[in-house]
């Protein structure tokens, strides 16, 4: 078998628990990524998902295992990894622009001035800042603009990997929406790898290719990874009329409710791959039966 784009393996987390004793945040956590798939992680608060992601973008170092990335060893930051925080994390002395072309200029040194400002005023305009706003500082601009600032300088910076944490927590319903839609087009644009946390299960089937569920920590283990078996281009406000949507978004909540509680605690084996799930409905629509259709569920083991 093929290894992938990024490979997980064995990652084991553990912190001192504060009694001279240690707990164990994830043990033996194992999964892989594409290049060019868009994957979301989903699980509750605590569960281990920004420590996976810390060590992902080489910001924090595991207790046991390695993470892989086109074969090479990941270990301390690097341009190939780009992060986005919910908090923006931008230069606030920079304007928009110069936040962004900070990172340009760093990334591809032989370029010369005017290259890197069209490079950067053009990720700029594909998350919607254009003209004058590009010129404002941070403080100039509101939460919204923050966030496409932090996406359009991750994305500038055409990093191999994009990693984003619950990047859209702090915005409104209707802003989160538009730069979800952003983000997928940007996306579309560059396929670039990107993993995601978020704890909103209708962004996590917006945008993903697959969703990996944890279970309650602490010993939590990435359990499962559901397939978004709904085409693209995906529209907000149509999805929810396919017909593996609410299967999908059922299967999430009830694993989120209850299976992450009961399945928390048990140790994860040293080759235990997430169970790849994939719902998909429209087998049952397309086919003659005249039953009614069922879920096709199918879970097989890794
Ligand atoms: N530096 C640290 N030292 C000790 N414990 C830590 C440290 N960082 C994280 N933890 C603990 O590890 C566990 C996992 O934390 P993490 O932030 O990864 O969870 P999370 O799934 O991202 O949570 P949330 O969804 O609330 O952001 C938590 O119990 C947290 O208290």
Redesign the pocket.
């Known amino acids: 078998m093929t290894k992938p784009f990024l490979s997980i393996e064995h990652l084991t987390?553990r912190?001192?628990d504060g009694q001279g004793g240690a707990?164990t945040?994830f043990e033996n956590a194992s999964f892989g990524i594409d290049k060019g798939e868009f994957v979301c992680i989903l699980?509750?608060?605590?569960?281990?998902?920004?420590?996976?992601?810390?060590i992902l973008a080489g910001l924090?170092e595991p207790t046991g295992g390695v993470v892989k990335m086109d074969g090479m060893h990941v270990s301390g930051p690097s341009l190939d990894r780009g992060v986005v925080f919910q908090n923006y994390s931008l230069l606030p002395w920079l304007s928009a622009l110069k936040n962004v072309t900070f990172g340009v200029s760093a990334r591809f040194p032989s370029w010369g001035k005017a290259r890197v400002i069209e490079h950067s005023t053009a990720f700029l305009a594909k998350v919607g800042l254009t003209g004058d706003a590009i010129h404002r500082k941070p403080s100039q601009l509101s939460g919204g603009m923050r966030q496409r600032v932090s996406i359009a300088r991750a994305f500038a910076n055409e990093p191999k990997l994009l990693l984003l944490?619950?990047p859209f927590g702090a915005l409104d319903a209707l802003t989160r929406g538009t730069i979800q839609d952003e983000l997928i087009k940007v996306w579309s644009d560059t396929d670039q790898t990107v993993f995601m946390?978020t704890?909103d299960i209708d962004e996590a089937i917006l945008l993903a290719d697959r969703i990996l569920l944890?279970t309650n920590?602490?010993m939590?283990q990435v359990a499962e990874s559901v397939e978004i078996t709904i085409p693209r281009p995906r529209v907000r406000n149509d999805i929810v009329e396919h017909p593996n949507y609410y299967a999908i978004r059922n299967h999430l909540v009830h694993f989120l409710a209850q299976r992450s509680a009961e399945l928390s605690g048990q140790a994860q084996t040293p080759d235990q791959q997430p169970k790849p799930v994939r719902i998909d409905m429209t087998e049952d629509a397309d086919s003659e039966d005249p039953e009614p259709a069922t879920p096709i569920l199918r879970a097989v083991e890794g």
């Open positions: 987390q912190y001192p707990f945040v699980g509750h608060s605590g569960c281990g998902k920004s420590t996976i992601m810390n924090a944490d619950e946390i704890h944890m920590g602490p939590a």
